[in-house]
């Protein structure tokens, strides 16, 4: 017989003008993006102002490979919590190097305890921490973005410009296309607060 399924929490652990997303089912969590670079203390600072302890975070994923969204990945790996990279982020790890200064205090990502994984293998993998959703491919800021969608409609877009803004992006209007197809109904973005998704330019 399956356990009864704890309730799904959402927690935003961000500063400097960025959300870092704290998603639990009970005590087993996933972090949706992952620091400014040097910023360990603040983060640990914050997580723990919550009572979330580092243990308790199964894995880390990274909307994209930009700084402010993967600053800490190397760090929380350390820490005891595994990255989860999808594969289509794989090649653009190495580049977040390029953009950082030697005073960002950047700690560079290595592949060793790297969880990767495709997209078909999100579902199982989140299933088995508690979570029912999937991680989707939703490129328009960077070619490898990718957003958490959960079965209650919650999503975790990172950087995809919201529609309003991307009337001259069709992949990123593709990608809201598809998450609105799959069920999203609330966005949780990495930069600004949590809103309806906006609604079907077809219908309107
Ligand atoms: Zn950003």
Known sequence: MKSQAAPITIVNAGYRSTNYWVVSAGESRSLVDIGWPGTFGIMKANLSRMDIP??????ALATHYHI??????EEFKRAGVPLLVLDVQVDAIPVMKTWTKPWDNYVEITAEGNIVISFAESRPLLARIGISGE?????????????????????????????????????????????RRR????????????????PDPEQS
């Not at 402010?68 to 990945?73: K, N, V, Y």
């Not at 990718?146 to 209007?173: I, K, M, Q, R």
Request: net charge negative; proline share 8%; with cysteine.
């Open 135 to 179: 991680i989707l491919h939703t490129p328009g800021h960077s070619d490898h973005c990718v957003s958490l969608l959960l079965d209650d409609g919650s999503v975790f877009t990172g950087d995809l410009p919201p529609e309003a803004y991307a009337y001259d992006n069709p992949v990123a209007l593709a990608s809201w296309e598809m998450l």
């Open 183 to 198: 069920g999203a109904t609330i966005v949780y973005p990495a930069h600004g607060p949590v809103r309806v998704i906006d």
């Open 68 to 73: 402010d969204h993967a600053g800490l990945a």
């Open 54 to 59: 580092l243990r308790q975070i199964r894995y």
